[in-house]
């Protein structure tokens, strides 16, 4: 079974609005993180944002957000007030609780932003 | 600066040769990651090691070596390049911690011909 199902293969937004991202995951471990990255068309994976399945609150930085919802194992990130320098693939990724234990990444959405 | 770097951007081989693809990282990392990435397919897991001459597979280790003779360095071999193995190569390396996020190396981008 996949560990992380992000079905949206690519997603349009009109500049200066918000955007969801759909992450969901798979686990039956009951202590993991989940991570987003952006990918822009250079290539390389930029770190956005962390949440730990025991944080009480969804993770903000800045425009950022994630829209944890742990009994629907959803890990959905929001982008406020897009910009286009925030055109690129999107890649939600999670780690079990296991020690040395691998990250998991999705298939990837690729986010295009409108002037 | 926190930095992972891979040897090469851009490799082209041929059909049969042994590839050796090399990342080191800066930051004394336990662990470290070879991932290939292919448009539809996202990041797969080919190797991940956590010690020093520690490996475990990962999703798709066939037709993939690696190896970890320092901390510093993780190796991924191709013992026999074919034009399957055309992708994309990501290394990345983290801490042990559960929300350390991993970084990445600029990527390798193979040709086999």
């Known amino acids: 079974a996949q560990k992380i199902t992000q079905t949206q293969p690519g997603m349009f937004v009109q500049e200066k609005e918000a955007v969801t991202l759909d992450c969901t995951y798979d686990?039956?471990?009951?202590?993991?993180?989940l991570f987003w990255y952006k990918q822009p068309s250079s290539g390389e994976m930029i770190f956005l944002i962390y949440q730990g399945s025991y944080d009480q609150q969804n993770a903000t930085e800045g425009r950022y957000s994630l829209n944890f919802q742990k009994a629907r194992k959803s890990a959905n990130l929001v982008i406020s007030a897009s910009q286009l320098g925030d055109s690129a693939m999107y890649f939600c990724a999670m780690r079990e609780g296991r020690i040395g234990n691998q990250f998991y990444f999705g298939t990837g959405t690729s986010l295009t932003v409108i002037p | 600066d926190v930095k992972v770097t891979q040897s090469s951007r851009y490799l082209v081989k041929r059909t049969g040769e042994k590839v050796f693809l090399e990342c080191v990282q800066d930051?004394?990392?336990?662990?470290m990651f070879w991932y290939r990435q292919d448009p539809g397919l996202g990041l797969r897991l080919i190797y991940f090691s956590y010690d020093v001459k520690m490996k475990e597979k990962g999703d798709i280790p066939e037709g993939y070596s690696v190896s970890r003779e320092k901390k510093e360095r993780f190796s991924l071999i191709l013992e026999s390049a074919s034009t399957n193995q055309t992708s994309m190569y990501l290394c990345?390396?983290?801490?042990?911690?559960?929300?350390?996020?991993?970084?990445f190396g600029q990527g390798t981008r193979l040709t086999v011909v």
């Open positions: 990345a390396s983290r801490t042990g911690g559960m929300n350390t996020e991993a970084f």
């Open positions: 686990t039956s471990d009951p202590s993991y993180g």
């Open positions: 930051m004394d990392h336990e662990n």
